[in-house]
């Protein structure tokens, strides 16, 4: 991160974030959508695997399994069978992703990787901040931030189901 971005974070708690990667679209069984542009510059590695899944159609017919007040998550391949609410889900099997350090703070709209320990890299769950969350410091890869859509994000319940995600055409690997 530059001197002056720092500063500016430091100073103002916010950093207009613009990633510039390929977009993913998120659709739900409800007929909403969402779209996230992810950051191939801070986190090559992460968006070239999440891509990927994306592309083989891991996420689709997965539930929300975790909605709070700040935070939603998703990516347990578990959810196609199990209620999102079962204690099992939320620790399915884990997709090894590389820790890259985030260029911003987990502000919202930020979108990352769960991980089972800070700074060790993703577990192909993805998680969305509803609202800033700077206790998350710089623990977490970012893969990128939400463009469109933010308010569709705010109205998810834990449960809803993910009907597909797509990599939309434009940017890419």
Not at 27 to 36: A, K, P
Not at 44 to 61: E, M, Q
Request: charged share 20%; hydrophobic share 40%.
């Amino acid at each position: 991160m530059s001197l002056l971005v720092a500063t500016l974070v430091l100073a103002t708690g916010q950093v207009n974030y613009q990633p510039k990667g390929p977009k993913l679209e998120v659709f739900l069984e409800s007929g909403r959508s969402f779209v996230i542009e992810t950051d191939k510059d801070a986190s090559p590695l992460t968006v070239a695997n999440i891509v990927r899944l994306v592309k083989s159609g891991y996420y689709d017919a997965l539930r929300i399994h975790r909605v709070e007040s700040w935070v939603i998550q998703w990516g347990d391949p578990q959810t196609r069978t199990l209620p999102a609410w079962d204690k099992r889900v939320g620790h399915g099997p884990p997709v090894p992703m590389p820790f890259e350090p985030p260029p911003v703070p987990f502000d919202r709209g930020v979108v990352g990787l769960s991980s089972k320990l800070k700074g060790t890299g993703g577990d192909g769950q993805i998680f969305i901040v509803k609202k800033d969350a700077p206790h998350l410091g710089a623990n977490y890869t970012i893969l990128g931030k939400v463009i469109v859509g933010m308010e569709v994000v705010d109205g998810i319940r834990k449960g809803d189901r993910i009907s597909r995600m797509i990599v939309l055409a434009g940017r890419g690997f």
